[in-house]
Each structure stands twice: as C-alpha cells, then as structure tokens.
C-alpha cells in the first residue's frame, strides 16, 4: 500500500531522531511493499524563523491532506529565556492539536526487561509492566471557562465534559483492549465530582457493547499509589485530561528512560505520532539523542494505518537493540553508538528479523 | 501545663491505636510535667448505634471545648457493604473538619532507615526523604458547583479559590518551613489554570514576609515525576485541595508503610489528629494492629500544643522501637509484639530516652 506521512521534525534533536523513524519506516517498505512517501514541513521555532508562525497554514495544510502526522520536537532556548516572546514555538503542537481535532493522547508505558536496573521502582513492582494509557486532551479543566474576579481575589476554573466528549474515546480505550490484554480501567474521582459521575455512566454504558472486555474503576488518588504499588495490573487506562495528563507523566518515569517513550495525539480524521521528549537543544547535532522513542512513534503510527504485523516487527527491532545494547549512552553509559548507527541497526534489523 | 483533649477513638483498631498514642502522652506527661486530660466521645458506626449520628452535637461540643482532637479511624463493613444506609460512618469525618473548619491537611512522609527495604522504590531514591505534605481541604473543585444539565448530558465541577483561602494555609506551610529545612514547594498547574496562577500569585507575596525560606514552583503533572524520581528533594509541599489528595496518596506509599503515617487537620480555632490508616475492622481486637500511625499522631499533636521538644522525644522512641524491632508483625514477619506492647515499649522509651 501506498500512504502519505506529513514530516514535521521540528526543533532540536527532531530533525535527527525522526530521521531515523523514516529509516524504520522506509525499511519496513522495503520488507512488506509499502510505499511511505514523506512530505516534510516546518513547525515551531523553524517555522517561526521562516514565515513568523509556529504553525504556517501550508503544515497545516500537508497533515490534513496525509495519512498520519510524525512530529519530532518544538522548543528552543532563545524563546524559552524570552519573557517578552509573542510567539512560542510550543503554540505550534497546541494549534496543531486543535486544528486536526486530536483528541485522545494515547502513551504507552513499558518495562524493557533490559532496562528493568534504570527503573526506579524495584524489579520485581516494575517487571511485566506493560500498559497503555488513553488520556481525553481536548476537554476538562485545561479547557473550560476561566474566571478571574475585577478585584483579583477570586479566581476559578471550569471542568465540564459532554457525554459526546466521553463516547468518542472511550470506543478507542475498548478497541485497544481488545488488542490487548482486554482490561479497561476508569480513572476518575466519581466519589466527589459530577463530570466524574457522567464519565462513569457514559463508559459503563458503552462497556456493554464489549463484553469481551473487562471495565473497572478507580479514583485518581489510589490511581496514583497503584502506579508504584503495582503498574502491571494495568492493561488499558482510561481517563480525563487533566488525570491522564497526571498520570501519564507520573507513568512516564516508572519505566526508567524517557528516551523510549512515544505517543500518539489521535482524531476521526487526523492522527500524529511523537516522542515525549523534548528538543533538548544542548543534544542537537551531536549524534548522542536516542532515536528510540521516535521510532516506536512510528511503530504507533504503522499500528493506527492498521498495519499491525508490520508494527510489530518494528517493536521487535526495538527490543533486539535494546537487548544487545546498541543504543545511545542514556541507557548503556559505555555505549559508542550514535544516533545514526543506532537508527541504522534497527533498520537492518527490521529487514533481518526473523 | 494542663490540656484537654478530645479522644475520638472511633471503629474497629481505632479504640487500640489511640489507647497507645494516650499512653505515650501520659508518659511524655509525667516526664516535662504537663498532665492531658481525656475525654472521650463518640463518633462513627459506634455513634450511629448510640444516636443515630456519626457526629452526635454532644461530641462536636466536646472537640470544641479541647486544645485538641485525638482521632482513631471510622469505618464499619456493616455500612460499606449497604447501599441503602442513609447514614454512614464517614459521614461524621467530613462534617466534623467542616464544623472544625479544619482547612489545611498536613501529611508527613519520611523515610525511615530500618525499613527502607519496604519502599517500593530503589534505596539510593528514597534514602534521606523527608517531607511534609501541606493540602487545602475545603475548598477547590472538591466542594465547588456541581452541575448536571438536564437531559444528564453535560456535567461540570467548578474549581474555585479566594486569596483568603490560599493566604491562611500559605502562612501554615511557610511556618513549618521556618522549623524544618527552609523550603517551600507550591505544587500548582499554573501554566494551564487561573485558579493555580491566584496561588502562585498569592504565596510568592506572602514569601517576602518568609525571607529565611526559599520558594520554588512545580508543575502537577512534573510533582507526581519527582515524587518518584527524588523525594528527597521536597521539604514542605504547599498545594490545593485536589493536588493535595493526589500527591500526598503518592507520597503515602513510597515509604513502604501506611502503618506509620500520621495526618493533621488544622484550622484557626482547633487541629485533628490521626493515622491516615483506616478502622481496619478484620483486625479489630486481635492485639496485631501497627499503633504506630497513631503514636505519631500524637507527636504531631505535642508539636501543634508548641511542645517541640517533647514531639521530638515521641519521634524518637519510635524511631528506637523500630530499630530495635519492637514492631507489630505487619513491619516485620517475624515479630511477636502485639499492639499494647509496642504500645509499651514505646511509653518505656519515652521515659527512658537518654
Ligand atoms: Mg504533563
Ligand atoms: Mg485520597
């Protein structure tokens, strides 16, 4: 099959680690037929740099007309130590989010039994962790009605959720868990707050058309405990967006490197895949950033096009580099590998394995 | 001096937690000369039985007329396994901090050398943790509007603070700074939420009349990283309610014992104190519940009068018991000790520390 990717590497160390995400991409190509045909544009402080706008409405126009969005990084220090900056580079992902109509954050969290000794949490808490956290990021308090009072003294902010708001990913948490390990867990505070309530009428109700799929509850205060308690309990989590903003961070370092970590931002007609980290200016160009979480992006974005068995062996190149420690010094510190070679070994391995 | 307290011993272990932290009073009593006068009352199921009300008039009046409150823990199966009971045990907590106007909970979480082995963190991460949780408990989206449209579609929670709400706890938490390590932590989203920028704006005015304290800011979402990744660094987190409940349920586990943690609920008239365990009931008169929770309790009750030195002696013999072992079986395996004679010992060490 044929599919079109618009290209947005961004800033910082962007441009390298997704170059190495398209060397996965044109690799897993090569092995199952597929033609990846990239159009690249510029987001962020290049694009601020080139036309004045974060987000030019010419990138915008190449994601609507792709098949998937793989993004980079944004953020440079020139605008970071500028108070007076009326233009940021990070206005560029949030337009872009809302422009696509990206409305899940989906971030997986994984512990790489090779990794398991840069966790924080003890082995035998992190082993066989292995979950999915589907987070609502267009909705709740982040986006609801802001009040401050004339005289400054009282200050507030709005919470509110649709039952349509709820529908639409709560149907993409029971389909991943149908892939999966079929196990979806609300996160939510239904004890203390109406839109909690509505959400766990809303996913209760839609849980019957898949009884395949076990659906289960808890607040977000033990939520937060269980993540260190025990994560492997988890399988799918499903949650709002400011808990799943919560959560998802503090997930985020159970697994003990950020450089592996990818996620993908997804709509009814759009869907963009990243790494979570950021630019990290200080990296750029000297061939030591981990290309790893961008490249596990694009296996997340080969699993949206559906094409899973191609996923797959991207997530199992992955592991055979991790395995033989052919990675960036972050994870292995006497590691010589760079960059490249690291994205050059991965691709060898998609074409290789076995 | 004399004190009056108010011994609110409560459901299931509660009655033989508190009798240990009563003792570890007296003992603290008869060796700085200070005599605490108890009276008891009911609350909880065991209020129910009598009166029908989890929190009887009787009782409330009683609190009021202390220097303090004693609590144990409430908590009957009996209600919990009942939709339909229309009054429930917990129901006397939250009107009692209510009538108390108890607004700031303060949560100590501290990693204790002997049992470090029981964190579910990596020992190089929680040595030396050793903080203090300060969390707004009566106001915020917790007790803000609620809203459910009529048609059951649309809900909502308002979140919602006043400078006078965030100025009271503020002078609370500074002022523990001022006698620990001379930094404040305010946990806020306030690059999202305006209600979080009144906090910010708020406790960095009342920071300047705090000059021996330093002041510094984190993100929610970073906060539940760094609790993970280095709590050694907090010395008092200062957050609203919600934050509060999420953070110091967190913090709550990384030391590896619930069975130790105590809690304050603090306002201008009266102060609370208690385990943050709950009325275990299978436990209940088995002689094995941990009183240590309650001990500290206590301790933190002593520092509240203003009697430092002897909190720090209460802290001390329990830091004694748990070196030595004297230890309910919960802590260590092995263990014979019972409640009363942890209870003891720890009295015994109160008198007889050097
Ligand atoms: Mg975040
Ligand atoms: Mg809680």
């Known amino acids: 099959m044929k599919f079109k990717i618009a290209l947005l590497s961004g800033d910082g160390i962007g441009p390298e680690v997704t170059e190495q995400a398209v060397k996965a991409l044109h690799a897993i190509g090569d092995l199952h037929g597929h033609t990846f045909e990239f159009e690249e544009a510029p987001v962020g402080a290049l694009a601020i740099e080139q036309t004045g706008n974060p987000l030019p409405d010419a990138t915008l126009e190449v994601c609507k007309n792709s098949d998937a969005v793989l993004f980079g990084a944004i953020g440079d220090p020139k605008y970071d130590n500028n108070p007076d900056a009326k233009v940021r580079p990070e206005q560029g992902l949030l337009k872009l989010r809302k422009e696509l109509g990206l409305y899940t954050n989906i971030r997986p969290v994984k512990a790489y039994p090779t990794l398991i000794d840069k966790s924080p949490l003890k082995k035998d808490i992190i082993e066989g962790t292995d979950m999915v956290i589907y987070r609502e990021l267009t909705g709740g308090i982040y986006f609801g009605e802001k009040k401050l009072s004339e005289d ?22 029971f389909k991943a868990a149908r892939a999966r390990k079929k196990k979806v867990t609300l996160v939510d505070k239904a004890n203390v707050l109406e839109s909690s309530r509505l959400w766990r009428r809303v996913v209760t109700t839609i849980s019957k058309s898949y009884e395949d799929i076990d659906l289960d509850f808890l607040f977000v205060d033990n939520a937060a405990m269980q993540m260190i308690l025990n994560p492997s309990q988890f399988d799918v989590i499903l949650t709002e967006n400011m808990f799943g903003d919560i959560i998802s961070d503090e997930g985020s370092v159970i697994g003990g490197s950020i450089g592996l970590l990818a996620s993908a931002s997804v709509g009814d007609k759009s869907a963009m895949f990243e790494p979570i ?50 990675v960036t010094s972050d994870l292995y510190k006497e590691s010589t590998y760079g960059t490249k070679s690291v994205g050059d070994y991965i691709a060898h391995a998609i074409v290789n394995i076995d």
């Open 277 to 326: 980290h950021g630019s990290y200016p200080q990296a750029t160009g000297k061939d030591i950033a981990n290309p790893i979480a961008s490249i596990l992006s694009a296996a997340m974005l080969l699993t949206h096009l559906g094409l899973h068995e191609e996923a797959g062996v991207v997530n199992k190149a992955v592991e055979r580099a991790l395995e033989k420690q052919i």
């Open 152 to 173: 400054g003294t009282v200050a507030s902010d709005l919470c509110e959720y649709s039952e349509a708001e709820i529908e639409r990913i709560a149907h993409l948490a």
